[in-house]
């Protein structure tokens, strides 16, 4: 096999005890593994664990270990119960520590909402020596270090976090992109977007919305592994804009 068919793959551990109990139901195993696929990398094992240290410091060794990647949803919170943080700095032998960039993000956002309690200052802490990972939704950054990438259990937080994480990650495939834009409300669109995600399972559309001289539009990423794929994708994709008469400029505005 060579360097370029070697397969990548990934494991996921799931944490939480609410996940076990069944009152939530997990979104995030479906959504981190087709967004590993755009990636070119392989979702290889999932482990589902309880909100015991002991317990994710074994899964996250044995399942980073294995794998070339390992991601993690939950347990990154404010409430004494989110632990990962200590778990995977257990789990690689480091220290926890406060963040300064984190911290100060978590300034910022709760500058107007009661300022940095000692709960919301627990988002802060990382393994020593890890990086964030951007959270545009609030405020509070996931985690990256070492082949192990830490992210909210919050399925819409998650995917904005996959979504900074995206072409970051070195997989079995480069990743391509097709950008189109246009004065179009995101909104209006939303159900055109996720047909055609849906209809193209190897491609993955982003939306990005924007604000320019008193008009809203987006600007729609398509990426994927396969240029086939994702030349389908862009068409069916202008031609349901068209359809719904939106102009829109291929490349993006």
Same mark, same amino acid.
């Given at each position: ?61 044995? +399942? ?111 990743? +391509? ?14 159900? +055109? +977007? ?60």
């Amino acid at each position: 096999m060579s360097a370029t068919d070697r397969i990548y793959t990934a494991g996921l551990v799931v944490i939480g005890d609410e996940i076990l109990s069944g009152r939530t139901h997990d979104r995030n195993i479906a959504q981190v593994a087709s967004w590993l696929q755009v990636q070119g990398i392989r979702l290889a094992e999932v482990r589902v664990v309880p909100d015991v240290i002991d317990r994710i410091v074994e899964a996250v060794n044995a +399942l980073r270990t294995a794998n070339d990647y390992l991601f993690t949803t939950g347990g990154i919170g404010p409430t004494h119960d989110d632990i990962t943080v200590d778990a995977i700095a257990a789990a690689l032998g480091v220290p926890v520590v406060i963040h300064p960039q984190a911290r100060a993000i978590l300034e910022r956002y709760y500058a107007d909402k009661g300022g940095l309690t000692e709960g919301r200052l627990r988002m802060a802490r990382v393994p020593e020596g890890a990086e964030l990972i951007p959270n545009r939704m609030s405020g509070a950054p996931g985690i990256a270090i070492a082949n192990i990438r830490m992210m909210a259990g919050v399925p819409h937080i998650a995917a904005q976090m996959l979504d900074s994480l995206t072409g970051t990650l070195e997989g079995g495939a480069p990743l +391509l992109s097709e950008t189109v834009g246009g004065y179009i409300p995101e909104s209006e669109v939303a159900v +055109l +977007l996720r047909e055609v995600e849906q209809a193209h399972e190897n491609c993955q559309i982003g939306s990005y919305p924007f604000f320019r001289e008193g008009r809203v539009g987006a600007n729609f990423v398509i990426r994927s592994t396969d240029a086939d794929a994702l030349q389908s994708c862009m068409h069916t994709l202008c031609e349901g804009l068209g359809e719904l008469g939106f102009d829109f400029t291929p490349g993006g505005i």
